[in-house]
């Protein structure tokens, strides 16, 4: 048996005794292989929603492929469902499909499951599949085996008239539609499904505060921790630690910690260098929670306090962002939020950045969506609405003085201006100094001399 088998059925040995202790407390699964429940009436108003939006017509969406863990040796990722899918079962069954029908009666539902299979899942745990326990756990009333796709699309096909509507930016080499709707033209969903996706819902907008909350807990973390002499990955450990003991699935994105002049390479991830006495570090990071993100940056001093020259250019760049946030409401556009960053910035450089004005070295973007994407899916040219989430992120980074900052916060757009959702990750510079004074920094580095 080749060794990583081997190790697998180590793990299920070890495992099965560990299950055994622990079942008086955990409770059993809604869902097996998931652990989470579906939000029924969330993920059934929003295929409405869709399906309203589409008209006469079939929507076809199909959910991301199983990855095969001896063939692939998977050492970057684990499954992750397809965020469209997701967002419209809330299942994250892999190799699964679902097709929604505008019939004369009304929307028709149908979910396509592999079959379980009792071996497998012996090495797989539990899956969904097709039966009574998925329709009442995924709140579809039709469930099938996926291996008859194309015997009840064909029926489909003969019963419904119009387009077909499905995705076409799959990347994965399967087969865009069932056999039997591949003759029918294609339109592409893709952009109604993300002007959907871009205002969020009350399901989403809890899952979202979850991995905000989380990400801010561990910055709140690597604040305490910090100290000169620290490894980057040291700070990452420390936050990624925090995000797993906290509930989080995984990174929304590789964390970024940056000190000295890596703290001005935009989306460094590297994280190998000594952060020393004096430097910045940047921290970009976020908690992925029930396939929402975070994405929150807080620039900290090593040595626990910014000198008066760090502390200058800090507090330029959170002016910046309170002026961005305080034109937040309704109806603007994240153009405009830009313009009034980078206007305030320009108008308060004063010497600071001399010869240059410090908006200069403001070189990114000021917001981009938030949800299950970190650079989630959206028109920026749509005006702000209740329900968006995004971030708001200016910085300034002056390669050649090896100092960078940036601060980066998570809004909800409310009926009369935002909900900062980062808000319990210190923002400003005397309260990252508080806390930091709170940590650890008079202790040994973890790891000794390494
Ligand atoms: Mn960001």
Redesign the pocket.
Known sequence: MPAMMRWLVMLLAVGSSAAAQQSALDPVPELPGQGRPVDIAATRARRDRLATRAGQGIVVVRAALSRDLEAEVLQDSDFRQDDDFFYLTGLETPDAWLVLAATPAGLETHLFLPPRQPEQERWTGLKLGPGPDAVRLSGIPFVHDVARLDSVTQVLAERVAGPVHGLTRYSDGAPLLPAPLAGRPLRDIEPLLDSLRVVKDAAEVTALRRAVSITAEAHKAAMRAARPGMMEYQLEAVVEYTFRDLGADRVGFPSIVGSGSNATTLHYDVNRRRAQEGDLVVI?VGAEYAQYTA?V?RTIPMSGRFTPRQRAVYDLVLASQQAALDAVRPGVTVRQLTQVARAYMQTHSGDLCAPKNCVEYFVHGLS?WLGMR?HDVGDYRMPLEPGMVL?V?PGIYIPHEQLGVRI?DDILVTADGYELLSAAAPRRAADVEALMSEGTRNAPVPGGTR
């Open positions: 970009d994405d940056t981009h970190v971030t992120e980066e």
